[in-house]
């Protein structure tokens, strides 16, 4: 006979099951993910601090007009360097307290794209001048880049700053419509001042191509905006999407600037009007580098905020067949969990590479800063790739862990949604995606050409993005006859992923003349690719966790690789890279089963791997994914703070609703 249950109830039962079951130590991983106890600590005590604090209340903000979204995110931006100063918070914390808003505040832009950017390239004199200003906050910056003409095509910005020796400044100007600054966070209403990427013109109309300018937007005494400049807000964004963000456009009328503010710590001009050439043709592109760099490790943690949702409303949501009594666990279900594992694993594997990926990239502004660029094109190359890669995984991610969550998942208290308004632009910003993808090949071919027209031809000539390369050095590809076991081996996954991204480049190389539309998409993709693999195989081998928990991130790392296989298995048909064994004549069955298999495997800690991210319900923000799973009591309680639900008769009634019934009801009792 079937029992009784309270539905609510137990879904906390559910969620306490799930968590009894999983075998890893969710601290140990926590810290791994973390990079470590401290950092996790220090993660932990911002966080706090800010979930006690009232200015960081997230009740109202589906309610609240766009207006009121940009008053409250200058509140909370105001109120962590309020803290700052009063807690004497390092600047560490600071920008974990920054990191952890719920809104893309104005002032992100501050940190990620104004002072790294200024730092990087500001002469010394303008650091000396500015540098502790802009550290405080005592002015407020943006990067000013992107035109209503040109976004990714930096070369051919119409903005131009031409140099008059005679008063010894550069006269910032707009000279058409299309030259106007458009889509600049913080731009509109905050920044008092902005790095500007102009065309360089010298005396005798020498165009020099874009350089970067300091440029001081607003008034310090009153915010009024300075002589020339107009500056406004470019409106509403797809979907609501960064509603808290005065994205704006710029027109400069002949602004005039001083020499100095040329940001010259390596191009430079001199009183004379001389050009001083830097050492490196792309070293006024290290900004965006920089926040390509970050972008890997930023969507690492929106996969992760997605997983998390998704895994613990499937976990506790039970929808079809019934056994003693109950329906069936969603998450159960091989069409649910196959979907959100893959998420879980592509969180794992971008969370990590993007920590490495920073550290390289620290490496190589101190070589830069010294002037050694020999690590240029190849921060170039793989954040280009890695940030189409992260972008269009975590955007696709996303929408796949809000569909599985079934109509609920489009419910804005589930949280996805604005997770997924905020992401979606991050394909087409800093690069879009497609035309980044023409950079990756080109890179690519390059790496191809040099190797094959080296006198001694070997693998020690190539950088670890092109290291797959080295495969066509040796014997001819051979079909690999795979078996089951074959897949358990991380290595064997890493070798079809570089054969294939070997092969599609040889490929493009034979048939330049007459590529095929999706050329540039499937080489960029498959050298993505194999980079990324080659490098969770090396965190596999380097993974120092305790036995039983390195056993279930290995194994989650697999599902990353075999998963990526499988998505692959077009070209590496077309290659003939598998074939069929003497088991079965389906060359890929195996893979897919052993994925399927992976995912059973994984399926009693996956409440684990993703508690390991350590993110609180009011960092998830979602009613959906609260950590003790009681979801139905938390969508309950959130709808009472809907405006409409205020009032019995709504408004409108009197002036809409009523006469429209009024007429319903004579027409329905006349005569025909």
């Not at 035109?147 to 930096?154: D, Q, R």
């Not at 009032?647 to 409108?652: L, M, V, W």
Request: proline content about 4%; glycine content about 6%; charged content about 20%.
């Amino acid at each position: 006979m079937p029992r009784n249950n309270d539905p609510n109830q137990q879904t906390g039962e559910d969620m306490a099951r799930a968590r009894a079951r999983t075998s890893i130590d969710v601290r140990t991983v926590r810290d791994y993910l973390y990079g470590g106890r401290a950092e996790w600590n220090t993660h932990s005590k911002v966080a706090q601090a800010m979930i006690q604090d009232p200015v960081f209340d997230k009740s109202q903000i589906y309610f609240m007009t766009r207006s009121e979204r940009y008053k409250r995110a200058l509140a909370m931006t105001s109120r962590i360097f309020e803290l700052q100063e009063q807690q004497k918070l390092s600047a560490h914390e600071s920008a974990i307290a920054v990191m952890l808003l719920d809104e893309s505040v104005p002032m992100n832009l501050h940190a990620i794209a104004f002072e790294p950017v200024f730092r990087l390239q500001g002469s010394k004199y303008l650091i000396e001048r500015y540098g502790k200003l802009i550290a405080n906050r005592g002015i407020l910056g943006c990067y000013l880049q992107t035109e209503l003409g040109h976004g990714t095509n930096v070369s051919q910005l119409e903005t131009t700053a031409t140099y008059i020796p005679e008063t010894q400044e550069f006269v910032i100007n707009s000279p058409t419509l299309t030259s106007r600054k458009w889509w600049i966070g913080a731009l509109a209403k905050t920044a008092t001042h902005g790095v500007v990427q102009a065309k360089l013109i010298l005396p005798g109309n020498k165009d020099l191509g874009p350089h970067l300018f300091f440029v001081q937007l607003r008034s310090l005494e009153d915010h009024r905006l300075l002589s020339g400049i107009l500056l406004g807000d470019i409106g509403p964004k797809a979907m609501g999407g960064f509603p808290a963000t005065d994205n704006g456009y710029a027109i400069f009328d002949h602004v005039k600037i001083p020499r100095e503010n040329m940001l010259s710590h390596f191009a430079q001009v001199t009183a004379e009007g001389k050009y001083i050439q830097p050492p490196h043709a792309k070293l006024s592109y290290s900004g965006m580098l920089y926040i390509r760099s970050n972008m890997i490790t930023s969507g690492g943690w929106t996969m992760a905020k997605a997983a998390t949702v998704a895994i613990r409303y499937a976990t506790v949501r039970r929808q079809g067949n019934k056994s003693d009594g109950l329906e069936r666990q969603t998450i159960t279900y091989p069409s649910v969990h196959c979907r959100l594992f893959l998420v879980l694993s592509h969180a794992y594997v971008f969370i990590q590479l993007g920590r490495n990926l920073t550290k390289a990239f620290t490496v190589m502004s101190t070589q830069v800063a010294s002037g050694d660029t020999t690590m240029l094109a190849e921060m170039h190359a793989t954040t280009a790739g890695l940030k189409i890669l992260v972008t269009t995984t975590g955007i696709q991610d996303v929408e796949v862990a809000r569909r599985s969550m079934g109509g609920h998942g489009y419910s804005a208290f589930a949280g996805l949604g604005r997770i997924y308004a905020e992401y979606l632009p991050s394909a087409s910003y800093e690069g879009d995606n497609y035309v980044l993808d023409g950079q990756v090949v080109r890179a690519a071919l390059k790496s191809y050409k040099n190797l094959l027209s080296a006198k001694d031809p070997s693998a020690s000539l190539l950088s670890p993005s092109s290291y797959y390369l080295r495969l066509l050095l040796g014997e001819p590809v051979k079909s690999l006859s795979l078996t089951d076991a074959s897949w358990k081996d991380p290595a064997v996954a890493l070798l079809l992923l570089e054969w294939r991204a070997a092969l599609v480049v040889q490929d493009l190389v034979r048939n330049q003349n007459k590529p095929d539309a999706s050329a540039n998409q499937r080489v960029s993709k498959a050298v993505s690719e194999a980079f990324v693999a080659a490098q969770v195989v090396k965190m596999i081998r380097e993974l120092d966790l305790p036995a039983k928990d390195r056993h279930v991130v290995v194994e989650l790392y697999r599902l990353y690789l075999l998963s990526t296989v499988e998505t692959s298995l077009v070209d590496l048909l077309s290659f003939g890279l598998i074939g069929a064994s003497e088991e079965t004549n389906d060359p890929t069955g195996s893979l897919r089963m052993e994925i399927a298999e992976l995912c059973l495997t994984l399926l009693p800690n996956v409440i684990g791997l993703s508690d390991a991210f350590g993110l609180t319900d009011w960092e998830l923000d979602s009613a959906l994914g609260v950590y003790d799973g009681r979801v139905y009591e938390s969508l309950w309680n959130r709808v009472h703070a809907e405006p409409l639900n205020r009032s019995e008769i709504p408004a409108g009634y009197e002036e809409y609703i009523r006469p429209m019934l009024q007429r319903g009801q004579r027409l329905a009792s006349s005569k025909l």
